[in-house]
């Protein structure tokens, strides 16, 4: 255990806690940056080796799955043995029994609680070969990885909660019962929205969450030179709006098409891994790019003319805190996004449409080169809000509990 005492600095905690493994949905080198990836990188930079496993491939993805590319991607660092990026190890396992929250039967609790001891090679002959014994700290993200808990020794246990888990249409009541068991067992609960933290279901928990908000690596995006994307040369004769994101349930087509057709100057990029249907009637304004390496997302924004969440507002995000909001803030970009009430609480400086025709007028004021907000205002306000700063939020934490 970490020893008690208030004479222990932050210097200390530094020296002494050196090993962080990472519990999490996706793959370290996947296209989607998402926190977890970004507190990985945060870990690394001050010193910890960085253990980073992400949700277990089973045949039924393998053989199913649409999106064909992130399974070429995770089979390839399974066939591999884990690979490493960023000086971090990551790895991707492959259980023979899965559980699923969108397939009867394997949904059960039987099967989360139980498909780790049917991966090959089994975890606990990875973490052998890879000399994890044991961790300072088992950093989890997602609840079907509840495994965790017994199949490594961890000293303190950290529960990132980025969304509201029980909103997902086909989140499993295993998955939700994982859920709340992580949060007993947690030592430091870390919650981007405040209104998540202020929900009742929380209350018996709350001596124990801090708020810890999204940010943006500023080294990322601040670049020497930002090379136009070779997809935007057939785009130069009209204004780009871009999205950057997971294209999921909460994705509001409807707006997205009301978007093609009200503002024909404008060409509405789409980035990102597919997860619903896109519609056959979406206009011909409305490009959808697939996933882009991280690497290139600073170009794709800096050569468009702002960005979009065009989010329903629904249970699911009202509680979102938005990272890609910050990162297009942080090259002086406008924003444009649908209202909910978490966005309401940030007090950002870019523009909240609470209907369609609401969207619509602030699109068509960016393209009459009416913008509210001044450049610099909006890259201070991405200055104030890095991943470093958190990483330094959590540290701070670990440190008062070492006391």
């Not at 909103?167 to 019962?177: D, R």
């Not at 509680?319 to 970009?333: C, R, T």
Request: charged share 25%; proline share 5%; glycine share 4%.
């Amino acid at each position: 255990m970490l020893v008690k005492s208030s004479l222990y600095n932050t210097e200390f905690i530094e020296s002494m806690m050196r090993k962080i493994l990472f519990a999490v949905a996706w793959h370290y080198s996947s296209p989607v940056r998402l926190g977890s990836h970004h507190f990985a990188q945060q870990f690394k930079k001050n010193g910890w080796d960085v253990y980073y496993f992400s949700n277990p491939l089973s045949p039924f993805n393998i053989c199913f799955s649409r999106d064909r590319t992130n399974i070429a991607e995770r089979l390839n660092i399974y066939k591999r043995g884990g690979v490493t990026a960023d000086g971090i190890w990551e790895y991707v396992p492959l259980t023979l029994v899965p559980h699923h929250n969108n397939i009867p039967l394997l949904n059960h609790r039987i099967f989360l609680d139980n498909y780790y001891k049917f991966t090959l090679p089994s975890i606990r002959s990875v973490l052998k070969k890879q000399q994890i014994h044991d961790v300072d700290i088992l950093w989890m993200e997602f609840s079907n990885q509840l495994f965790w808990t017994r199949a490594i020794r961890y000293k303190k246990l950290i529960y990132r909660i980025p969304d509201n888990i029980v909103a997902f249409s086909k989140t499993s009541k295993a998955t939700i019962a994982s859920h709340y068991e992580i949060m007993e067992k947690a030592d430091l609960i870390l919650m981007p929205s405040k209104l998540l933290i202020n929900s009742p279901e929380h209350d018996a928990y709350r001596h124990k969450i801090i708020h810890c908000p999204n940010g943006v690596d500023l080294s990322h995006f601040n670049k020497k030179s930002y090379p136009v994307p070779e997809e935007y040369e057939t785009l130069k004769n009209k204004d780009i709006a871009l999205y950057v994101g997971t294209i999921e349930e909460w994705f509001d087509f409807d707006l997205l098409k009301d978007l093609g057709a009200e503002c024909r100057d404008t060409n509405f990029v789409i980035i990102g891994p597919q997860k619903v249907e896109i519609p056959s009637d979406i206009g011909g304004n409305i490009i959808f790019l697939g996933p882009k390496q991280y690497q290139t997302i600073p170009s794709f924004i800096h050569h468009s003319k702002f960005g979009i969440i065009p989010f329903r507002n629904n249970d699911l995000v009202k509680y979102v805190n938005p990272i890609k909001m910050y990162e297009f803030l942080s090259l002086g970009k406008p924003v444009i996004s649908t209202c909910w009430d978490e966005l309401n609480e940030l007090n950002a400086p870019i523009g909240i449409a609470h209907n369609h025709a609401e969207f619509i007028s602030l699109v068509k004021d960016i393209q009459g080169r009416s913008n509210h907000y001044k450049r610099e205002e909006l890259i201070n306000y991405a200055k104030s809000n890095t991943w470093e700063s958190c990483y330094g939020l959590v540290r701070d934490k670990l440190e008062a509990l070492a006391r």
